[in-house]
T-cell receptor
């Protein structure tokens, strides 16, 4: 199966700052999802983005499938953005393989 | 907006006991999944289920685990004889037959003492 690496593992931001989270894949993926895990442990769907760019408010994501990476951009960060961000990819099978996550803390 | 629901939100059980975790997937979805996340670690795939049978399973999903769709709405994960290392958050997910995006439930936190 594929390997999924996320960077950075930890990130501390001041409120209002922008950030870029990265997700690298060891092999081609057929779909890619980004999630936010909130302090209660819930996985919130952010993006389903096999390729191209999508935007949702202050968040946007870009996947370059041919180069096996995806980026999540957070602009004007808020304290409520804190939590762990996971990317997950699917290769030829049916399951998602998750990365290790980026733990984000946004300070007021 | 439709969502995946899971019950209970938290379950505490003693080692060796059987537990059943319940999920109600989104109503028009056809593929169902269980994942788990040990505290502080990444989310790991356990099993996928389609057309009333297991379509894929991981090495974690050994003989002590089973899944069932007992009726048209529920999807369950049974752990026959729990071990301390089964303590984790268990997530149910589902998707349609034509879109690969998986939607996750809020999770059940299982604590084995």
């Amino acid at each position: 199966g594929i390997q999924v690496e996320q960077s950075p593992p930890d990130l501390i931001l001041q409120e209002g700052a922008n950030s870029t989270l990265r997700c690298n894949f060891s092999d081609s993926v057929n779909n890619l999802q980004w999630f936010h895990q909130n302090p209660w442990g819930q996985l919130i769907n952010l993006f389903y983005i096999p390729s191209g760019t999508k935007q949702n408010g202050r968040l946007s994501a870009t996947t370059v499938a041919t180069e096996r990476y995806s980026l999540l951009y957070i602009s004007s960060s808020q304290t409520t953005d804190s939590g762990v961000y996971f990317c997950a990819g699917r290769d030829a099978g049916n399951m998602l393989t998750f990365g290790g996550g980026t733990r984000l803390m946004v300070k007021p | 907006e439709p969502e995946v629901t899971q019950t209970p939100s938290h379950q505490v059980t003693q080692m060796g006991q059987e537990v059943i975790l319940r999920c109600v997937p989104i109503s028009n979805h056809l593929y169902f999944y269980w994942y788990r996340q040990i505290l502080g670690q990444k989310v790991e795939f356990l099993v996928s289920f389609y057309n009333n049978e297991i379509s894929e399973k991981s090495e974690i999903f050994d003989d002590q685990f089973s899944v069932e769709r007992p009726d048209g709405s529920n999807f369950t994960l049974k752990i026959r004889s729990t071990k301390l290392e089964d303590s984790a958050m268990y997530f149910c997910a589902s998707r349609t037959g034509w879109n690969y995006e998986q939607y996750f439930g809020p999770g059940t936190r299982l604590t084995v003492t």
